[in-house]
């Protein structure tokens, strides 16, 4: 049984930062995507950043500039650093896992950006 543990959200002011941490366990394969979507109050879950086991980037073009997604391929974590946040990156981010055909979710954390 694949698990997705995130971590590290909260509240932050408008320019702040934060980190995003979710770790998986359970049966993953090597190869595999890891990332984020989140999702604002009445509004659709979108994709943030997404990267490949191979390093390859797919991140929305409206955090490109302040987002960065890393990971840790031995420790089966993925991280978001958030910077210069903005009170519209308010939403829950959920950690996301592809394994060949299989999507897992995280139970989602909060980032609530607001002064």
């Known amino acids: 049984q694949v698990q997705l543990v995130e971590s590290g959200g909260g509240l932050v002011q408008p320019g702040g930062s934060l980190r995003l941490s979710c770790a998986a366990s359970g049966s993953i394969f090597s190869r595999n995507d890891m990332g984020w979507y989140r999702q604002a109050p009445g509004k659709q879950r979108e994709l943030v950043a997404l990267m490949a086991s191979g390093g390859s980037t797919n991140t929305e073009d409206s955090v490109k500039d302040r987002f960065t997604i890393s990971r840790d391929n031995a420790k089966n974590t993925v991280y978001l650093h958030m910077n210069s946040l903005k009170p519209e990156d308010t939403a829950v981010y959920y950690c996301?896992?592809?394994?060949?055909?299989?999507?897992?979710w995280g139970k989602g954390t909060v980032v609530t950006v607001s002064s």
């Open positions: 996301y896992l592809r394994v060949v055909t299989t999507n897992y």
